[in-house]
């Protein structure tokens, strides 16, 4: 990660006494045997619980296709990876000590990508189970006071291409 991506530091700038939540999402490279991807969760859990953090709720990494190419500089040269597996963990720790803990993560091999995010407390409560929404092809809709299942309908794409065109030639009303 270089320099220019948003430091630990500016996400901890609340008061370093508050603990705060977040969540750490990631992606373990495609490369990692099966068998030895619980290997890794279980080493970036410890990188959690040693700076400080307790976890309070995660979600399996489990291999899926990605929407496009990742690049990574690997073993002398730059690959492409077309899948990878994805999980989250959801964490309490004090502000002061995220900075040690995302130079802990850095070091990490077997990751492909990652992101850390602070929770609101709404994210808090209602989160987010990817591959059960990828699953059951459901959508959840987290408002302020609810959260909201939705059915997904699949659109062939001679009806999208017809919707689009037929939307396209309509007459546009003018008001003065």
Known sequence: MSETNMPAAEAAVT??????????????????????VKNVVAKINAQITKAGGEIFDQEEAKRFDLAYDIEKYLEGRNRK???????????????AQLESLTEEIESNKELLRYLLVKLTKIEETSPFRFHDSISDRKVRTV???EVVDVEVEEVASEDVDTASAEETSAPVEETV
């Open 15 to 36: 008061n370093d006494k508050d603990v705060i939540s977040y969540e750490f999402a990631f992606h373990i490279l495609p490369t990692v045997a099966e068998g030895e």
């Open 143 to 145: 408002d302020t006071e």
């Open 81 to 95: 990876f077309s899948s990878a597996y994805f999980g989250w963990v959801r964490f309490h720790l004090y502000g």
